[in-house]
Nanobody, 115 residues
């Protein structure tokens, strides 16, 4: 199982970024997908999730209305992040629940929101 996150970078407050997560090693279409993030000195937290069909999405209250999770048929999940705030600064990870051990994560992608 592999999760390869990309698309992070430095952006000013109010800006946008689109993260991608390429997956392999499991049947992508059969699993829900989640995005998580970990800020310096903080625990990793759930950000957004999408069902296996793409028909249901769910978000942490802190990003609701600003972030949008989506998925395609090519084993990739996305996170569109708009109206970014400094408190969104973190390393972002994706994962499919039930496909890998609890402590298994990809390399993540760094998002820094700063003026």
């Amino acid at each position: 199982v592999q999760f390869v996150e990309s698309g992070g970078g430095l952006v000013q407050p109010g800006g946008s970024l689109r993260l991608s997560c390429a997956t392999s090693g499991f049947t992508f279409s059969g699993y829900s997908m989640n995005w998580y993030r970990q800020a310096p000195g903080k625990e990793r937290e759930f950000v957004a999730g999408i069902s296996w069909s793409g028909g249901t999405t769910y978000y942490a209250d802190s990003v609701k209305g600003r972030f949008t999770i989506s998925r395609d048929n090519a084993n990739t999940v996305y996170l569109q992040m708009n109206s970014l705030k400094p408190e969104d600064t973190a390393v972002y990870y994706c994962k499919a629940p039930g496909t890998a051990p609890y402590n298994y994560w990809g390399q993540g992608t760094q998002v820094t929101v700063s003026s």
